[in-house]
């Protein structure tokens, strides 16, 4: 199994500045065929499912803020939130699709400083 | 527009068979690339994928719970069904069905059922 882990667990950060949440695998998760990482990051609000925000390791999904970006390769990816709203207190899950069983982090809890 | 939906028991005693039903609509799990994936919460705690069955019937699973678990389609109703046997309380959790399209991870998702595992 590939093992997702995600630094830090949890995260305060003020109105308007920069989060940055980290995940890390336990091996590759790089397609060669398509020089694509099979990485995705969802956000989950307490009641809610998880919502997809980036797939692809960096590729923001449908109706998704800018603020929100995804980056990285291989083993190490990030996500960041350029300037962190209200909305965005969340739990964050990174998780590979890369081969099943297709693992989560143990997500990380962005609340507001 | 893709929407997915899970049924079955809130309540479940120790040692039964657990048997939910994703019903969804807005995609045809008989065209290729398409993929219906389980996934469980425990109350406060992560997520966990369970399994997931792939347009063309094939079907992978949890290592850790491969032994329980059985997924099947029913593509002319739009359904995927998971059973899980053995229910234990530690298996008290949400469970979510959600679409897997090739490229991406999982991009829709039903509300989840909360499954409590209780004598």
């Known amino acids: 199994d590939i093992v997702m882990t995600q630094s830090p667990d949890s995260l305060a950060v003020s109105l308007g500045e920069r989060a940055t949440i980290n995940c890390k695998s336990s091996?590759?998760?790089?397609?060669?065929?398509?020089?694509?990482?099979?990485l995705a990051w969802y956000q989950q609000k307490p009641g809610q499912p998880p919502k997809l925000l980036i797939y692809w390791a960096s590729t923001r999904e449908s109706g998704v803020p800018d603020r929100f970006s995804g980056s990285g390769s291989g083993t190490d990816f990030t996500l960041t939130i350029s300037s962190l709203q209200a909305e965005d207190v969340a739990v964050y899950y990174c998780q590979q699709y890369y081969s099943t069983p297709y693992t989560f982090g143990q997500g990380t809890k962005l609340e507001i400083k | 527009q893709i929407t997915l939906k899970e049924s079955g028991p809130t309540l479940v005693k120790p040692t039964q068979t657990l048997t939910l039903t994703c019903t969804f609509s807005?995609?045809?799990?008989?065209?290729?690339?398409?993929?219906v994936g389980w996934i469980r919460q425990p109350p406060g705690k992560a997520l966990e994928w369970l399994a997931v069955?792939?347009?063309?019937?094939?079907?992978r699973y949890s290592p850790s719970l491969k032994s329980r678990l059985t997924i099947t389609k029913d593509t002319s109703k739009n359904q995927v069904v998971l059973t899980m046997t053995d229910m234990d309380p530690v298996d008290t959790a949400t469970y979510y069905c959600a679409h897997r399209p090739t490229v991406k991870g999982f991009d829709y998702w039903g509300q989840g059922t909360l499954v409590t595992v209780s004598s």
């Open positions: 091996q590759s998760v790089l397609y060669n065929s398509n020089n694509k990482n099979n």
């Open positions: 807005g995609f045809s799990l008989s065209t290729s690339g398409e993929r």
């Open positions: 069955i792939y347009w063309d019937d094939d079907k």
